[in-house]
């Protein structure tokens, strides 16, 4: 092995797993031990006596039935994440203790993001069915499904990366990435009333105005745009922490009329939004690229507290015919 390989895996396993060592006889009697033990709350040993009474989980344990056993992230004295390997050799068995902190507070950021995401499924599922639910008159959104016109704003937000990412990246890292981000993003969104219409790769769309009124939905959007560019420098902040990667966001927000419906595909009835603001609010996002907002002039007009945020600009849409005025805001 490269001797580059060696010092990494040194200083892999003894300058950041603080190792210690126990080695007992077949009994489970111990013979010598080493290492940081302290900082396991182990201290006071003596020579013979059992490794029960240091490691309670090892009653009962030895001999071995088999020839290494693996503990991820115990509990030890001092309520330290361990990872315990026991192995065994000639004349008794090895215990290896691996400080397991920094693994056990993955888990933890990993168990909030999926109770977070559980939340925010039963959240999407309860906004779902509301509208869907076309059977009544107290309809949330009263929409027909017939369709209607409505004048909302729409919010398009690409995650930056992703794509490269995906072609290096486990499936199961992958997700779990997808789902801390969208997770965030969604919840942003439901906080300000809006409506998540559809995740598609490495995008999101959302819908505002469906319980607000028109000059609100705007605000509604942008506000919730600002609050996703919070959330991810927060996740950002701990996947350096954790050593994993960073993404960034663009969004595009547009304002104006469009065609709002039901669509029945068997028994399930999809909401759906088809117009000219949903096309533009497109454009701007891909306009926007990373770390920024790209908003219409529609959109700018109802955002006074936010408006010295955004800068002036054009774009020309071919799609349209038109040369539209944007507002960009940077705010990474």
Not at 147 to 167: C, P, Q
Not at 186 to 192: G, K, L, N, V
Not at 315 to 326: A, K
Request: aromatic share 8%.
């Amino acid at each position: 092995m490269p001797a580059p390989i060696l010092d990494y895996l040194h200083d892999l396993t003894v300058e950041k797993c603080s190792p210690a060592y126990l080695f007992v006889e077949k009994d489970g009697c111990l013979i010598k031990w080493g290492g940081e033990l302290s900082g396991y709350g182990i201290k006071d040993l003596s020579e013979g006596e059992s490794i029960v009474n240091t490691l309670f989980f090892t009653e009962g344990l030895f001999p071995l039935n088999e020839k290494s056993l693996f503990f991820p992230r115990v509990k030890v004295e001092n309520n330290r994440s361990t990872d315990i390997h026991i192995f065994a050799a000639d004349e008794g068995y090895w215990i290896l203790l691996l400080d397991a902190s920094a693994e056990e507070r993955r888990w933890t950021v990993l168990q909030q993001n999926m109770n977070e995401l559980s939340l925010l499924r039963s959240n999407l599922s309860k906004k779902r069915q509301l509208i869907t639910s076309m059977e009544t008159n107290e309809v949330l959104f009263n929409l027909q499904e017939k369709g209607e016109r409505r004048y909302v704003t729409v919010l398009f937000a690409k995650i930056h990366g992703i794509n490269a990412y995906s072609r290096q990246a486990a499936s199961e890292s992958l997700f779990a990435t997808l789902e801390q981000h969208f997770s965030a993003m969604a919840r942003s969104i439901i906080d300000e009333g809006g409506t998540l219409n559809e995740i598609a790769g490495d995008r999101l769309i959302a819908v505002f105005g469906l319980e607000h009124a028109i000059e609100s939905s705007s605000l509604h959007a942008v506000q919730a745009a600002l609050s996703m560019f919070d959330d991810l420098k927060e996740i950002n902040r701990l996947n350096v922490q954790h050593n994993r990667p960073e993404f960034n966001i663009g969004i595009g927000i547009t304002s104006g009329q469009v065609s709002l419906g039901v669509i029945r595909i068997k028994k399930q009835k999809i909401f759906n939004a088809v117009g000219d603001a949903v096309h533009i609010a497109a454009r701007l996002e891909q306009e926007a690229g990373p770390d920024k907002i790209y908003i219409d002039r529609n959109t700018f007009k109802h955002i006074k507290q936010f408006q010295k945020l955004f800068s002036a600009s054009t774009l020309r849409m071919p799609s349209v015919n038109e040369t539209l005025q944007v507002f960009s805001c940077e705010v990474g």
